[in-house]
Nanobody, 119 residues
Framework: VQLVESGGGLVQPGGSVRLSCAAS????????VGWFRQASGKERLGVAA????????YYANSVRGRFTISQNNAKNTVYLEMNSLKPEDTAMYYC???????????????WGQGTQVTV
């Protein structure tokens, strides 16, 4: 199982970026996928979760209304659209696949290597 994130980079405050999470060896359809972030020296926190197939989403309060998690089943890929970015959104962003619709990392079994977003 491999999850590969991409799309991070340096963005101005107020700007937007879209992260991608491409899976191989694992079908994201009808599974739980989450996006997490970890700022330097801080714990890893969930920002968005998705039950693929049904399309049910769940967001952390800090990003609700600014971030959108979505799926492309044909590409076996999940996205995180990030708008109105703030300096406090700066972190390494990880996608993960797991067994529950949750923002808690312990429910996720498979992790990508992360992609850095700097605002």
């Amino acid at each position: 199982v491999q999850l590969v994130e991409s799309g991070g980079g340096l963005v101005q405050p107020g700007g937007s970026v879209r992260l991608s999470c491409a899976a191989s060896g694992y079908t994201l359809m009808n599974n739980y996928v989450g996006w997490f972030r970890q700022a330097s020296g801080k714990e890893r926190l969930g920002v968005a979760a998705l039950l693929t197939g049904a399309g049910d989403t769940y967001y952390a309060n800090s990003v609700r209304g600014r971030f959108t998690i979505s799926q492309n089943n044909a590409k076996n890929t999940v996205y995180l659209e990030m708008n109105s970015l703030k300096p406090e959104d700066t972190a390494m962003y990880y996608c993960a696949a797991g067994r529950a619709w949750s923002l808690r990392p312990l429910y996720y079994n498979y992790w990508g290597q992360g992609t850095q977003v700097t605002v």
